[in-house]
């Protein structure tokens, strides 16, 4: 089975959040199962310096109305082919992949259009897909172009990473996109008579997929679905929620370049010695009894953090320390940084983003808090789980499917894994944070069991990797 990914980031070269990841994991992932899988990416120049091996495998006169374009094959640094589409005037540009230039609307249909191309007549080797994956709004309209045209097209899977970022424009920009306005009606691309690049995948895919069971029901409804619940609601039979993976041999704190101090489920001791190392780093009171709480996250609203700081006078009361990373909303990094000004070796702000630093808090961390409004799979609180950083989350999306609460219960059965909270307030979050505290403190060898069970959970890609390989099956076998 050959199958073609389009998105627009890929870990380790393009990562801005999670579709980074997944991008980076799941086409290896299905290569492992015996599938043909290979990414294809705009030309960012990141992309064009570090991929090695890159030869033309396919060219157009046009693109768009931008004129002559490249499509140039090598393999990532973990052997997946990846295409690039190489065109300096669209993605030869300073800052990340969504830096507005003002014509992203034509940078990212155009990445579409591309691929539709190669979905549609393969690259000048005969390598030609059988299924078209579009991940998110960037790579939306690629069903939009086969609904123009069906000849020769492949089998079309959309999915939302986040559904709340749609891709909206002005409908006058229709003949720019090289769009039929015979697809732009309400049950198609148009959107209260704007452009919606992410409803014409929905619209126009064969089959839809989100990246976990519970987010693809919350989408379906008015608080979820960000003005698209209609279309996904009549859809619903189409579409599947797909729990996203870990890479194991990215996020081990056994084998993990980041750590000084590796560590396991059967030899868990070094966590004690890496949270040391994070106080010491990160500034804080080299305190082993306090319960130390941390954030790995875009900081932003919609993760909850607003939360998380008005619960810091709290976690100052209970003695606890509050490490955070991450950059975003500007009132939030400065009320972080003011609480940090404030609790000197209590609270750090690292107002940053570091990669290796994000390992070391989640293996420093007694605690990762993960109390998002919306989070439609959430993968900080899977390698959370692998380190023994036992995830305090708000019982929403793919949190909901990958956390099972700490309470008596639970902790008799020998199931739980860590903490959830149902209301997006700062009184139940403290609640949650304060039965998180009192645990660890009163109950220490129920918090070893919990941290044992949490970092022996097994959410590699194999299994989501298998899922889509059957309903790739199944959609092939349906359209025969």
């Known amino acids: 089975m050959k199958i073609l990914h389009v998105a627009s980031e890929l870990f380790p070269y393009v990562k801005v959040g999670g579709l980074g990841d997944v991008m980076g994991a799941l086409p290896g992932a299905q290569r492992d199962l015996g599938a043909d899988a290979r990414v294809m990416l705009p030309g960012f120049a990141t992309l064009l310096k570090e991929i090695r091996d890159l030869e033309p495998a396919g060219g157009f006169p046009d693109l768009l109305g931008q004129g002559e374009?490249?499509?140039?094959?090598?393999?990532?640094?973990?052997?997946?082919?990846?295409?690039?589409?190489?065109?300096?005037?669209?993605?030869?540009?300073?800052?990340?992949?969504?830096?507005?230039?003002?014509?992203?609307?034509?940078?990212?249909?155009?990445?579409?259009?591309?691929?539709?191309?190669?979905?549609?007549?393969?690259?000048?080797?005969?390598w030609k897909p059988d299924v078209v994956q579009a991940h998110d709004w960037q790579a939306g309209l690629i069903?939009?172009?086969?609904a123009q045209d069906p000849t020769r097209a492949p089998a079309t899977v959309m999915t939302?990473?986040?559904?709340?970022?749609?891709?909206?424009?002005?409908?006058?920009?229709?003949?720019?996109?090289?769009?039929?306005?015979?697809?732009?009606?309400?049950?198609?691309?148009?959107?209260?008579?704007?452009?919606?690049?992410?409803?014409?995948?929905?619209?126009?895919?064969?089959?839809?997929?989100?990246?976990?069971?519970?987010?693809?029901?919350?989408?379906?409804?008015?608080?979820?679905?960000?003005?698209?619940?209609?279309?996904l609601a009549h859809r619903r039979r189409d579409l599947t929620g797909i729990l996203n993976g870990v890479d194991y041999d990215v996020w081990n704190p056994s084998a993990s370049p980041h750590l000084a101090q590796h560590?396991?489920?059967?030899?868990?001791?070094?966590?004690?010695?890496?949270?040391?190392?994070?106080?010491?780093?990160?500034?804080?009171?080299?305190?082993?009894?306090?319960?130390?709480?941390?954030?790995?996250?875009?900081?932003?609203?919609?993760?909850?953090?607003?939360?998380?700081?008005?619960?810091?006078?709290?976690?100052?009361?209970?003695?606890?320390?509050?490490?955070?990373l991450g950059?975003?909303?500007?009132?939030?990094?400065?009320?972080?940084?003011?609480?940090?000004?404030?609790?000197?070796?209590?609270?750090?702000?690292?107002?940053?983003?570091?990669?290796?630093?994000?390992?070391?808090?989640?293996?420093?961390?007694?605690?990762?808090?993960?109390?998002?409004?919306?989070?439609?799979?959430?993968?900080?609180?899977?390698?959370?789980?692998?380190?023994?950083?036992?995830?305090?989350?708000?019982?929403?999306?793919?949190?909901?499917?990958?956390?099972?609460?700490?309470?008596?219960?639970?902790?008799?059965?020998s199931t739980a894994t860590g903490f959830v909270f149902k209301e997006p307030s700062s009184w139940v979050l403290g609640e949650a944070i304060g039965r998180a505290s009192r645990l660890y403190r009163e109950d220490p060898r129920s918090w070893a069991r919990i941290q044992r069970h949490a970092m022996g959970q097994n959410f590699s890609w194999k299994a989501s990797a298998r899922e889509y390989l059957d309903l790739y099956g199944a959609l092939l076998g349906a359209r025969v």
Not at 92 to 109: I, K, L, N, Q, T
Not at 274 to 294: C, I, M, S, T
Not at 352 to 380: F, K, N, W
């Open 327 to 413: 950059t975003g909303d500007p009132k939030l990094e400065a009320g972080f940084k003011a609480a940090a000004e404030a609790h000197p070796g209590r609270i750090a702000a690292l107002l940053a983003y570091d990669e290796g630093m994000a390992h070391r808090i989640l293996a420093g961390s007694d605690v990762i808090l993960v109390p998002s409004r919306q989070e439609p799979c959430g993968l900080t609180q899977l390698y959370a789980l692998r380190y023994g950083a036992l995830p305090l989350v708000r019982r929403t999306g793919g949190l909901a499917d990958t956390v099972t609460d700490t309470n008596a219960q639970s902790i008799m059965d």
């Open 69 to 126: 374009a490249r499509l140039l094959r090598g393999r990532t640094s973990g052997g997946v082919p990846i295409y690039l589409l190489d065109h300096p005037g669209l993605y030869d540009r300073a800052g990340g992949p969504y830096v507005e230039y003002g014509d992203s609307h034509v940078r990212f249909a155009a990445l579409a259009w591309a691929a539709s191309q190669v979905g549609r007549n393969g690259d000048w080797a005969g």
């Open 160 to 231: 939302i990473h986040n559904i709340a970022y749609p891709g909206i424009y002005p409908a006058a920009l229709l003949p720019e996109l090289w769009l039929d306005p015979k697809i732009f009606h309400p049950g198609g691309a148009e959107y209260y008579g704007k452009i919606n690049f992410l409803k014409a995948g929905l619209a126009f895919a064969d089959r839809i997929t989100t990246v976990s069971p519970t987010y693809a029901r919350e989408i379906q409804l008015p608080e979820g679905g960000c003005g698209l619940e209609g279309i």
């Open 143 to 146: 069903p939009a172009y086969y």
């Open 263 to 324: 560590y396991d489920a059967r030899h868990p001791s070094g966590k004690k010695v890496v949270k040391n190392l994070l106080q010491r780093e990160a500034g804080l009171d080299e305190d082993a009894e306090a319960p130390l709480f941390g954030v790995v996250s875009r900081l932003a609203e919609q993760k909850g953090l607003d939360l998380v700081l008005e619960n810091v006078a709290y976690l100052i009361q209970l003695n606890a320390q509050l490490v955070v």
